[in-house]
């Protein structure tokens, strides 16, 4: 639609600032209060920009957290584990459902869509009871090693790009004596390096964000992921110190925002194409 | 079969390979014994010992499951639509113009990217009632209406008064809405221009351009984001359980099902009626989205049908 009048223009600009405000408030919000002495935090009417930057919120609230560093270290140990589990394991049963023709595949994949409506809740007292019995609770265990069995997200969206490239690509690799393994590597894989970008940047993601699997799997402080971390600093906190609050959650979320911005291209089409965008 | 097919399928099976454990041991294995579990007394320490329906009579008797129930209809009945209303009108506002897309787009879609336990933290500042930035900012313009009428309106603590809890946990999760914003926004992108040009030709305005044009082309997007919404918004977890420090919030207003299903395993180590909710929340879900399936047959187009 582009021919738009000026009025129409300036409405619609405006509409887009005001949401824009809307939706970068609660950031400017949090990096506001992390900055606070606590006495401000408490002001009336709020002020955006505190009287005296306090940066010493950040040490202070990594100290009160007592593991951080561990806590983060933790996060990024199970982040790489569980990329390398998704990557590996989403590819090839992703080749395995669109490079390939075999009877019933188109069956079985239904299947694998169908298992991405099971919610976590419902399945999660048996997982548990299963890893208990192996002896897993209290260990990263839980966390990573499922990833080495492909995700049913993971393993539609890097279809999708697998279906996207010719057929021909394939047959004259199998015509020069190319093993599909040989295919799948030598072929397949090197011209899908933005997807696999796409699988490894949300498998990240979702782990950093995980709550509900480090809140049931981990049991000892000191292994906490951030996120259950920065929980478990909230209700010792009881919400009142609400300047080391924000310090902390400001740490949480920057490592996101830092992946995000540099790999922001991968990201938005990795999205768009998980609505079924080709 | 001839030898190729058989071939293929062996090392179709065999690309996929990980996939079949993980679907067997992960999925297929624990929902199962899910179904079984909640027809047991079962703890986990010790072993299951079956007992029929009572875990379904003990919830059809058990008032707070019929809180976390209503409380999880209710939330996902105004999430889901305000959530499809609040991307789809920001993609549409984002197609009209080039300039300041990226940007835009950007800015919409980062608070999606936050940690849900961070984005529980932060929202409950955010609502605190007397210095939170939304009562900071409706206040005073209550305040003016208050000075003209001679009414005396106050915005509410949102997540310390019962009625108003569940929106505190709405206003949380509508910021996250990036996700679908982007995905309507590639939608919209792909609406063949010639429609809009034809039916400017023929003197169309923007509404029936919208209706007759816009929401019949993206309807596959409007039908995914709508069971992704439906998925989510009936596991809703974290954002009310790290608000509430694992409770449930002011008169149980902040209880969902899965809450419950929580609280109930590793709370009250009571797997078995932990599974028996799990139970009803899958069946809730698979009856809602055939429902949603169905009524999409009817009103989705697929280009090329």
Known sequence: ?278 | MTGQERHNLRVGLLFISPWIVGFLVLCAYPLVSSVYFSLCDYSVLSPAVFIGAQNYRDLAADEVFWTALYNTFFFAALAIPLGLLVSLSLAVLLNFEARGRGFFRTVFFLPSLVPMVCLAVLWQWMLNGELGLVNSTINPVLDVFNHALGTHWQAPNWLAEARYAKWGIIFTVLWGVGNAVVIFLAGLQDVPRHLYESADIDGASFWQKTLHITLPVISPVIYFNMIMGLIGSFQVFAVPYVMTGGGDGPGRSLLFLATYLYQNAFDYWNMGYACAIGVILFAIILLLTLFATKLSERHVYYAGK
């Open chain 1, 1 to 278: 639609m582009a021919r738009t009048n000026l009025f129409a223009r300036i409405l619609i600009y405006s509409a887009l600032i005001l949401a824009a405000i809307a939706f970068l408030a609660p950031f400017a919000w949090m990096v506001s209060t992390s900055l606070k002495p606590l006495n401000e935090t408490m002001s009336l009417p709020p002020r955006w920009i505190p009287n005296e930057i306090h940066w010493e919120n950040y040490p202070d609230a990594i100290r009160e957290m007592r593991y951080f560093w561990r806590y983060a270290g933790n996060s990024l140990l199970l982040c790489l584990l569980s990329v390398v589990g998704t990557v590996a394991s989403s590819a090839l049963a992703a080749y395995g459902f669109s490079r390939i023709e075999w009877k019933g595949r188109d069956t079985v994949f239904v299947i694998l869509l169908a298992t991405m409506m099971i919610p976590f809740p419902v399945v999660m007292v048996p997982i548990y009871g299963l890893f208990k019995s192996l002896g897993w609770i209290g260990t990263f265990k839980p966390l990573w090693v499922p990833t080495f069995f492909a995700g049913a997200f993971n393993v539609f969206l890097l279809r999708q790009f697998f279906l996207g490239l010719p057929k021909d690509i394939s047959e004259a690799a199998r015509i020069d004596g190319c093993s599909e393994i040989g295919i799948f590597f030598r072929v397949i894989l090197p011209l899908c390096k933005p997807a696999l970008l796409v699988v490894a940047l949300f498998q990240f993601l979702h782990t950093w964000n995980d709550f509900l699997g480090p809140l049931i799997y981990l049991t000892e402080q000191k292994d906490f992921t951030l996120a259950l971390g920065l929980q478990s600093f909230q209700s010792q906190q009881g919400g009142t110190a609400w300047h080391h609050l924000m310090a902390a959650s400001t740490l949480v979320v920057l490592p996101v925002i830092a992946l995000f911005f540099f790999t922001q291209k991968s990201f938005i089409e990795g999205i768009a194409t998980s609505g079924g965008k080709n």
